[in-house]
């Protein structure tokens, strides 16, 4: 076995192969650039080497910088991760032309199944079922729109060498073909250097239900069942898990042995998933789910700890056996599933804003109660894989996923009980996540349900966004609460700095200001002269209530007001001039701003007219010159930001009167893009 590996990637996965290394005895070598000097990867590996400036395109993609990284520090191998250059045949090449051993496939391999018309040939080949489609490598637009015409509305135009969602566009009509081609292709270019795409018929309903593979150097080859990863916005995947609700026995060997065939075709070695869409006539009918091949991805995957829960096999150790030459620890007829798995990738995103990626500091980042379990155990548990710490930051240069929260239950229904309570633990403040966007979805009836197809979010929205789960009242009921009880924490026991509102005669009063969704409101909190508290919340319904306080472990509190109670935490954030009160609660997080009246006296208003930059990013192009008249909505400029596109709409009719920067151009977040007259 290998004495020592270099890891070529960053982030969680950095570290989930660290892990697995040092539980074997082997040693680890991370890389790292500017922003991840100070990183969780480059701390739990035994080296780190750093390579270059922050964009990947300055480090994490310089291979040779990598390859002298490895040789100079006596690594004998090289694990890519996923993502970067996991799927570069170069790279591989490179890395044996080197003298190190590449932990994946053959470079053959990745190159077979890395252009996505090629590998349709292939598979067609094969006898592996396909989409019907365009995959030839004539990229004349014209011809590209004749053969969507052919196959007919709704059409996906999809990057030849892309995944992720990146370079994928749905067209629902032949008016709107030119455009999205033209999007895709600029996509698909910034992200993978190759414009060339293909086009295939948009299954309607469709299920996005994948095959993990193995295969050795000794001509075995095994699928290690599926994983379901329906639920997705923007083509990339939210929640998976596995098995895949629904799956009958021979559905599962039919696409198992389907995955195995690809597999071989191209003599595949190493961990790999092969990626079907699957068409249903309804939810309920698994007998008439027909599936097709869309693609292979040469890798590991993002999703690969729903497989090892249900398998209570480590993958990675795999990958370090096969990549050492050794053939399976397992043949088909041994594995076994074993329960139920969920995934959910918590996003530093804002769900409400379509999806915006959002940067900071994790102020404050307390996970679940998870149960440390040898992954040969089967687990019955929770599990976090991430590659942050508390204080560490989300760059722009980098995917927004903050961690990987995984369950395991025996049952569906109890790995569904198990993320939910987990979510509901997880506290992150300093930016903005989709945590409480993830529980709203694993609540839906179509999630519980397993009524799945990759629409689920859309069909759902309105039960998913712009969700308020505490309501004014209980927010307002424990920001007071909670600075009634740091106020005590401090004063000690001077009678004399004490915040009780003890008064020799009289009632003693404060007032508290707020502002939640947008709209300012005022809370009295009255003092009693035999102790109580009396809360009254203007824009809430009801009376003046009791507030009663009562402290539990840690910083947990357990207030009672207006009819609710509820467990919760608090935690401040300043944002610029304001203070941002974070709760926390078992059925829900929400914010709202606490105004310091003092603070903001003399400040003036911020005036329309402006259009900034939502994140820091590049500019790509404008749709607008000085002079237009424009309406509400109308695209005025395309961003690229943490590796996917982002249109700027106008916020109402009006006219442009200066644009104040050029495509091609670095923004940061909060510059002015443009001016407009409203």
């Keep these: ?139 004349d637009p014209a011809l590209l729109q ?22 994928m566009r749905v067209v629902n009509s032949s008016a709107e073909f030119a455009d999205a081609l033209a999007s895709c292709q600029r996509e698909a270019i910034n992200s993978f250097g190759d414009d060339a795409v293909l086009i295939e018929k948009y299954v309607q309903r469709p299920r996005h239900i994948e095959i993990q593979v193995f295969g050795d150097t000794h001509g075995n080859c095994v699928y290690l069942f599926e994983r379901d990863c329906s639920v997705q916005r923007r083509h990339q995947k939210v929640l ?17 042995e389907a995955a195995v065939a690809a597999a071989k075709a191209v003599n595949y070695v190493g961990a790999g998933t092969v990626e079907f869409i699957v068409e249903q006539t309804g939810y309920d009918q698994p007998e008439s789910m027909k599936f097709f091949f869309m693609e292979m991805n040469t890798r590991l995957q993002v999703e690969h700890p729903v ?57 404050v980042y307390r996970k679940p109660v998870c149960s440390s379990f040898a992954i040969s155990d089967v687990p019955s548990c929770v599990r976090i894989d991430d590659g942050v ?52 979805i694993i609540r839906t009836d179509s999630f519980a349900t397993a009524k799945l197809d990759t629409a689920l979010i859309q069909r759902e929205e309105k039960a998913l966004f712009t969700q308020e789960p505490l309501g004014l009242a209980l927010t307002a009921a424990a920001v ?54 009396q809360l009254s919340v203007a824009g809430a319904a009801g009376d003046r209530s009791d507030l009663l306080v009562y402290r539990e472990d840690g910083d947990a509190l357990h207030i009672s007001f207006a009819g609710e109670q509820a467990r919760v935490q608090v935690f401040h954030d300043t944002q610029g001039h304001e203070d941002v009160a974070h709760v926390f609660a078992p059925q829900g997080a929400t914010r709202i701003t606490v105004i ?7 400040e003036a208003q911020e005036v329309g007219g402006r259009l900034t930059a939502p994140m820091p990013g590049k500019v790509v192009s404008f749709a607008v010159a000085a002079g237009d ?49 409203l």
């Design 1 to 139: 076995m290998f004495h020592k590996i270099l890891i070529a990637n960053r982030g969680e996965i950095a570290c989930r192969v660290a892990a697995t290394a040092k539980r074997m005895g082997i040693k680890t070598v991370a890389v790292y650039s500017d922003a991840d000097a100070h990183a969780k990867h480059v701390q739990v590996c035994d080296e780190a080497v750093h390579i270059g400036g922050s964009a990947p395109k300055d480090s994490y993609l310089r291979w040779e910088r990598i390859l002298q990284a490895a040789q100079d520090t006596g690594a004998q191998a090289v694990h890519p991760g996923y993502g970067f250059l996991s799927e570069n045949e170069d790279f591989a090449k490179a890395c044996a032309a080197a003298g190190l051993v590449f932990i994946g496939p053959p470079a053959s391999a990745i190159l077979a199944m890395g252009l996505k018309a090629e590998s349709k040939q292939l598979m067609e080949k094969a006898g592996v079922p396909l989409v019907p489609g365009y995959h030839a490598a004539d990229q």
């Design 629 to 677: 008249k424009v309406k509400a909505g109308q695209p005025l400029a395309v961003m690229e930001a943490m590796k996917m596109e982002h249109t700027i709409a106008a916020p109402a009719d009006g006219e442009v009167l200066a644009l104040l920067y050029a495509p091609g151009d670095q923004v940061a977040e909060g510059e002015e893009l443009l001016k407009l007259k």
């Design 146 to 167: 004749r053969e969507a015409d052919r196959i007919g509305y709704p059409a996906l135009i999809k990057a030849s060498a892309g995944g992720g969602g990146k370079g």
């Design 480 to 533: 007071v609460a909670h600075t009634l009880h740091h106020e005590q924490t401090l004063q000690g026991q001077d009678p004399f700095s004490r915040r009780d509102g003890w008064r020799a005669y009289g009632v003693a009063t404060r007032n508290f200001g707020f502002v939640f969704h947008g709209t300012p409101h005022v809370a009295l909190l009255t003092y009693g002269h035999d102790g109580s508290l």
């Design 596 to 602: 310091d009246a003092l603070a903001h006296a003399g």
């Design 307 to 363: 497989t090892e829960a249900i398998t209570g096999l480590d993958l990675v150790e795999w990958q370090l056996r096969v990549a050492n030459g050794e053939p399976l620890p397992l043949q088909q007829s041994d594995l076994r599933i074993h329960g139920h798995a969920i995934e959910a990738r918590i996003c530093a995103e804002n769900p409400d804003n379509n999806f915006l990626p959002a940067t900071g500091t994790l102020a």
């Design 389 to 440: 710490r508390e204080g560490d930051s989300i760059s722009p240069y980098y995917d927004s996923m903050v961690a990987k929260l995984i369950v395991h239950g025996d049952t569906r229904a109890q790995a569904l009980a198990r993320l939910d309570e987990a979510l509901s633990q997880t506290r992150i403040v300093g930016l903005t996540t989709n945590v409480q966007f993830l529980r709203h």
């Design 240 to 256: 998976e898990e596995a098995p895949a609700p629904g799956m009958t026995d021979a559905l599962r060997q039919q696409m198992g």
